[in-house]
Structures are given as C-alpha cells and as structure tokens.
C-alpha cells in the first residue's frame, strides 16, 4: 500500500472512502496520521463557487501531507532531546493563559473615559514629543472651471469672515464649483494642497510666510486659494491634531498601570497567604 493516500472530497458522496472510526471519514494518510472530513470544515467559505471549492480543499489536503512528511522526516533525524519541547509549550501556554487574562482585565476594569481637560494637561505637559515632520497650513480653496463667470464673486466671498457671506458661499460652491475646501479649522498636509492645487514654491516655508491669498490658473481652472494658518515643521503640533494620539497614549497608559496593579496585587496576596517559598 503506498505511503499517501488521498480520496479528493469531490468524491466523497460516491466512494466508500477509508474510515478509522465508524462515523469519520478518511480524506487522506500519511503514515500513521489521518485527515478526517470532519477537519475540513471552515476550510471553504461559505458562497465559494463548486470549482474554487474543490481547488482550496485540495490545497488545504497537499498542505496537510506535505507537513505531515517534513514532520515525520525530522522525527526520524532528531534525537529525544533535541524533540523535547516541554519546557518550551510550557513557557508559551503560561504567557497565552496571562495574555488572555490581563485581556480580560482590561476590557472589565479599564477607565476608557477621558475628558479634554486631561487631554489639553498632557499636551502642555508634553509638547516636545509633537513636533510636525511636515508643513500644515490651515486654509480655504476653490476650484472653478476657466469659463466660470463668478470668479469675482467667489473671490469676494473667500476673502470676507462675514457668517452671511460663509453659508453663500458654500451654497455657490456646491453649485457652481468643480472642487472646494471650506474647514479652515481643521489641519491639512501643505504637500496634500500641492497636490490639488498648481502652487509652484522650492521653498514652502518661505511661501507660507508671505503669501494669505493666491490665485492659480492652468489649462482648465482657477484656482482660489485663502491660507488662514500655517504650522511651520519641526515645531509643536496642533493640539487638535494630537487629539487622537494623545487618548490612545492615555488609555495605553491606563492599561500598564492596571496590569502592573493587578500582578502586584497578585503577589502581595501570596506573601500574605504563603503561597509560594524560596529554597
């Protein structure tokens, strides 16, 4: 009888197949190691088509002999002591068993709330870890076809703080505008702008110093530009772009501080009980 034996799964139905138990079916051998039908389940997701089917099966079945026989081949070359891995698996299902378990502390115990006051404290307390690695600039922009017989209008409109003239203006520019950026509160990457707009510029902080209002034109548009901000790299980030950063840090924060509690707790408990002893 050869080594291998393989009864492919599209056959299933029909052949008689090899049983090592009365209610499973054999799908393949190798040597002393069976592949039940039963192990293939999940293996083909539900919705695959019949022939993608049989394909991922069929590869899953090589996989699974291919490995059995490199398995069986370094048996036969290692010795019992090079084989032994008990100390090893040992070592790997403590740390799963306290991984899962520190999981579960943190998901019941852990404070996730976290106000803007404790947000705005550890911002100030720690500007020199947000320097910018880039320019940012905080602006307003409009993009007109070249035809477009409002650009004075939208000029007008871009330039003046008046609230009246602000809702006008996105009003004209959802109708009339082929691109456009109106939240000058947020921050943007000055090299993201230059990838809509044809701004030419071989030294950014140069231009950001002396330029508040441009206005670009190509084959194809206008383009009207107003900065209201600029940030400058290698200087303090906005706090507002740190907002997100710095809640995660807090909350990771939070997370060593409750797992260190709990392995001290843990400890101090068992001196008190002793429960463990130094020979």
């Known amino acids: 009888m050869k080594k291998i034996i393989i009864v492919v799964l599209v056959f299933l ?10 209610s499973e079916r054999v799908v393949a051998r190798v040597h002393d190691d069976y592949l039940y039908e039963s192990d293939l389940n999940g293996v083909v997701p539900r919705g695959t088509p019949a022939k993608d089917s049989v394909t991922l099966t069929r ?6 002999i291919r490995q059995k026989l490199i398995v069986h081949q370094a048996e036969k070359n ?3 002591e090079q084989m032994d891995f008990t100390q090893q698996l040992e070592n790997y299902r403590n740390s799963l068993v306290i991984y899962e378990y520190e999981n579960a502390l943190v998901r019941q115990k852990l404070d996730t709330v976290i106000s803007g006051e404790e947000i705005s404290s550890y911002y100030e307390a720690n500007q020199k870890d947000f320097l910018l690695k880039d320019n940012i600039v905080q602006l307003q922009y409009v993009k007109l076809p070249l035809k477009s017989r409002n650009v004075w209008n939208f000029r007008k409109l871009l330039l003046s703080d008046d609230p009246g003239d602000k809702s006008l203006l996105a009003g004209m520019c959802e109708k009339d505008a082929s691109d456009y ?46 900065f209201r901000d600029f940030r400058i790299k290698d200087n303090i980030s906005p706090l507002i772009m740190e907002q997100n950063n710095i809640r995660e840090i807090i909350l990771n924060k939070r997370k060593m501080e409750l797992i260190s509690k709990m392995q001290e707790d843990v400890y101090q408990n068992s001196v008190k009980k002793n429960d463990f002893e130094i020979y």
Not at 59 to 64: A, H, Q
């Open 78 to 80: 290692l010795t019992p």
């Open 181 to 226: 950026f109106l939240d000058d509160q947020n921050w943007i990457l000055f090299n993201d702008l230059l990838k809509q707009i044809p701004i030419k510029t071989y030294n950014q902080e140069d231009f950001l110093k002396n330029h508040r209002e441009v206005e670009y034109q190509d084959s194809m548009y206008i383009y009207l530009v107003r």
């Open 13 to 22: 139905a029909s052949c008689s197949g090899f049983f090592k138990k009365h």
């Open 59 to 64: 590869n899953y079945i090589d996989s699974w």
